[in-house]
């Protein structure tokens, strides 16, 4: 504690600090006054002039448009971006009143000016009924009536002239504005279009849903495919602005601004270098198929280890940036319709075909884990086989001779995978072990890829085919016709049989057969593929990484997986082996197997599946045609093409000759 | 034995009325004024920043409170605290705003180009306005520490250079008002404690010649001392609408507001210019003017009159100190609280140039609530323990 201040000496007299405290006083006493006298000037004597000018000052507020992230490929090489565009808006709520003729003038002068159709008619919005307007009119009170406080926007990349003239003419056209938004450019075209999807407004359905909470009317949203999955890294925020401007609408200065965030960039494991040879690729098998010109394709190249999806490709496909601009519906019939046999399906995740003698490799593990055959079993393939009251020929009814695990994978003698198929068969609801592996290895269910509308394939059993008939029973019914989901017949041998070579109901994606063969030959673990690697910023740091889902086991034999891919070794590499003729000269070790799956009233269509060794990047790749004929002409060349160009192998098309399934 | 400045003056110009001894108490009035002010500038910055943060509209609110109630919470440490204990800590307190406004420069964040704040885990400290009752403390003690030779001219500049030399460090954040507030803090406790009216003088013409100096020599010179913003800002109020583009910007919407308020107000819903951004910082620096909107002539009169109560209170203090540490502590307070009142409201009403100096227990902003919250408290530490006019008179009686 400190004593008491000691103040001895000369202190101040308190007379003089009296007189000084007094003074100070009487100033802040004048200062006080001053600030009062002041105030009551302004607020009592001009405080009408100054509420005048308070009521000139106005505001509007404007939206500034976020641009979404870049999707890039794994080495940073854009797949997909954004660019700027002017877009003439209407923002329902700065319309004349509804119902008015000033409000129908507005659009009318916009449908002029844009070339729109300018013929009246009436239009009819819910309970509202408008007596003339154009088509334009009436689209923006039908959207106005959707989504009352979005803009709408009425031409999404308008000229600059177009944009210059609305500036121009605002006074005449309330309501309507010039917006800065960003659209989607793809300077890759139309490789992997299938794959990233589009962009949309949130749809007044989808403003409701609990997934696309917080999200303001008039936002756009990924509405399918990447955009779809990674929306919420891959839309920013939209920022705000907000604008004095005096009363005649003149901006005067920003009051206030909140820049907008951009998306963050989404990195995709794809490589663009296969994507673009995939696509040629396919474009190259399809020209091959000797069986038809249904012109579509698919492949899927990945990394057995983890998943991560390097390559992933659909033909036919489209330009994606078609979608920047409104589309008729006539125009949207001709590119993406029947016709155009539906570029935006993505086969090779959407598509369910029988995988023909590529399912083989499962038929051969089930049997050497159920201990039907060994590896040195030798069965004779006369070239057809009796089962039951039905004759399953080989291809061509060539005759084989005897053959042993290895010969039958290498030669694909079908007679050699009947006989294991009538031995395995099983008239247990679930069937039997061929059904049982095909589960373990992930048919009959969607592989969960980060792609949305993957298909789950048909692993045929007992239980199923039952289930199709009571379908196809009550779809009977209820149609009066049949629906052709079920021939009405039960589980037999022959049904088996058909499998053990993928053929009858056994249908499955080209990705399912990509996931099953990583498993084969990564030892067992069924991998929940990937396309995207993670989220970054602007700098290229890492925000997020996306990982799978650990993946599920398949029990499967070490010894029994050797035999196997002996097998496929052979009958890519060994002289006389079904795509030797391709794979023979590519100067690495190869593990193939091709596949020709008979489908109704079609050409068959060709597949081929190879897992490729490599320190750092090994690969699994599968590719389909339809109606491609034989595999080894067509898939095979195509596979060669798509894994030389991952593996940096000189690139050569050599095609096969093999007529085997 | 406890000597004090002016006991004998308290005798002389109160002149107690003859009454019963009660014990001596807080003081009520600065209570009621305090709570009273940060009642108002909770209700503004309500309705000022209500659409400022999307989603929260009490976001600036809430965190006033907080600041407030945190600053009560201290004040009531202090008005239990007796206020000499500070004496011996004026070279620490000294120490303390000296490094604490040094530190900005090298760990500080800047906002808008000035070096003002040290974030910590929840709050971001201003060092120069915890500064300026760290001054207080510091120059009222050696005020006291050197009142015997408080004559002599290098005690003068001694003493002014303790304010001084702090002010110049917070001029090149640069913050000018907290320097301002600094000096004008300097120049009250040297006229308390005694300083020759002719040092005092000498110390105004000194200060005029350097705002000349500074203003209109040196950058006819080529030298520029303050940045052009800061130039147009203080220069800027004499003829507001000359430049309504930029630096007088803010002062011209300021007097719209306030002017358009009139009598009784526009009330809440009608405020546009402190509602809708016309006035940028309208819940910081121009809050003044939110309250000349919202409640016109009436409520910024109340508010004005709040504060005069406030500083009434604290100057009777200067006199009826227990001790000259007390009287010095009080002083100082006054001038602080006075300066940025006058400042801060005369910049909102365009008589006086733009410089950042916050309200008192108005302007929104932890540092500045929380400073003046420490002042009240041991405004009232000092009265509570002061010549009570009535305990005076014992006393009074019984010692001498």
Known sequence: ?661 | MSSTIGRRSIEEAIRPRQRSFHAPALDPWIIAAGLGLIAISLMAINGATANDIKGDTSYFTDRQAIYAGVGLLVAIFLTRLDYSVLYQYRRLAWGALVAGNILVFIVGGSTRGSQRWISLPFFQLQPSELGKVLLIVAIAGFGVEYARRIADSRVTLRLLGIAVLPAGIVALQPDLGTALVYVAIGIAVLTAAGTPARHLLAITAGGLATILLVLAVLPAAGVDLLRPYQVQRLTGFINPSSDPGNATYQVNQSLIAIGSGQRLGRGGSGATQTGLDFLPEHHTDFIFAVIGERWGFVGAALVIALYALLLWRAVRLVLLARDGFGSLLCSGIVSMLGFQIFVNIGMTLGIMPITGVPLPLMSYGGSSILTTLIALGLLQSVHLRAAHPAAAAVRTRVRV
């Open chain 1, 1 to 661: 504690m400190i004593e008491p201040v000691e103040m001895t000496g000369r202190a101040p007299s308190a007379a003089r600090l009296g007189r000084r405290v007094a003074f100070l006083g009487a100033v802040a006493f004048v200062l006080f006054g001053l600030l009062l006298m002041r105030l009551w000037y302004l607020e009592v004597l001009d405080g009408d002039s100054y509420l005048a000018k308070a009521n000139d000052n106005q505001i509007r507020d404007v939206a500034i448009a976020a641009p979404r992230g870049r999707i890039v490929d794994h080495s940073g090489r854009v797949l997909v971006d954004s660019r700027p565009a002017n877009a003439i808006v209407v923002l329902p709520g700065r319309l004349p009143e509804q119902g008015t003729p000033e409000r129908a003038a507005v659009s009318e002068r916009i449908s002029k000016a844009l070339g729109l159709p300018t013929r009246t008619s009436p239009c009819k919005v819910g309970e509202a009924a408008f007596q003339s307007l154009t088509p334009l009119g009436c689209r923006i009170e039908k959207e106005a009536a959707a989504l009352p406080y979005a803009n709408i926007i009425i031409k999404g990349d308008a000229s600059r002239g177009e944009a210059a003239w609305l500036l121009e003419n605002r006074r005449n056209l309330p309501g309507a504005d010039v917006a800065r938004i960003w659209l989607r450019s793809y300077p890759q075209g139309p490789v992997g279009a299938q794959l990233f999807g589009t962009v949309g407004e949130i749809t007044a359905e989808q403003v409701d849903r609990p997934r696309f909470a917080g999200i303001s009317q008039g936002t756009v949203i990924g509405q399918s495919g990447l955009e779809f999955e990674y929306d919420r890294y891959l839309r920013g925020r939209d920022g705000a602005e907000r604008i004095q401007v005096d009363s005649s609408g003149h901006a005067r200065r920003t009051l206030r601004r909140q820049n907008p965030v951009p998306g963050k960039t989404l990195r995709l494991s794809l490589d663009l270098g296969v994507m673009r040879e995939g696509q040629s690729a396919l474009q190259t098998a399809i020209s091959l198929g000797e069986g038809g010109s249904s012109g579509a394709a698919a492949y899927v190249a990945m990394d057995p280890r983890d998943g991560s999806v390097v390559g992933l490709g659909s033909a036919p496909s489209f330009d994606p940036s078609v979608f920047a601009k409104p589309i008729s519906n006539a125009r949207y019939e001709a590119l993406f319709g029947p016709g155009a046999t539906y570029p935006q399906l993505d086969r090779a995740i959407q598509s369910a075909y029988p995988t023909g003698s590529t399912f083989k490799p499962v038929t051969a593990l089930a049997a050497l884990a159920e201990g039907a055959v060994t590896t040195g079993t030798t069965i004779d393939d006369p070239g057809s086989i009796k089962i039951g009251n039905l004759i399953f020929h080989n291809a061509g009814n060539v005759a084989n001779g005897p053959v042993n695990l290895a010969s039958a994978l290498k030669l694909s003698s079908d007679v050699y995978f009947y006989r294991l198929g009538a031995k395995l068969n099983s008239t247990a609801p679930q069937g039997g072990p061929i059904q049982d592996l095909a589960r373990q290895l992930g048919f009959g269910q969607a592989t969960g890829i980060d792609l949305p509308g993957e298909v789950k394939g048909t692993i045929p059993s007992p239980h199923w085919r039952d289930e199709r008939k009571v379908l196809e029973q009550e779809c009977a019914k209820k149609r009066g016709h049949a629906c052709g989901l079920s021939d009405g017949r039960g589980w037999t041998v022959g049904d088996s049989v058909n499998l053990s070579v993928g053929q009858g109901d056994f249908l499955a994606s080209p990705l399912q057969l990509a996931v099953a063969y990583s498993a084969i030959v990564n030892g067992g673990t069924v991998l929940q593929p990937r396309v995207a690697q993670d989220v970054r910023n602007d700098n290229g740091l890492v925000l997020q990484a996306i990982r799978s889902a650990p993946g599920t086991r398949a029990k499967l034999n070490q010894a029994n997986v050797n035999s196997v891919l002996e097998g496929l070794r052979q009958a890519a590499m060994e002289p006389g082996g079904t795509s030797a003729d391709v794979f023979g000269t590519f100067g690495r070790t190869v593990y193939g197997k091709t596949g020709t799956a008979q489908r109704a009233g079609q050409a068959d269509q060709a597949w081929y599946a190879a897992y490729i060794p490599d320190k750092t990047r090994p690969l699994v790749i599968v590719v389909t045609v339809e109606q491609g004929g034989f595999g080894a002409v067509s898939a095979a060349p195509a596979a060669r093409l798509i894994a030389s160009q991952w593996l940096g192998v000189k690139k050569r098309l050599v095609t096969g000759r093999s007529k085997t399934l």
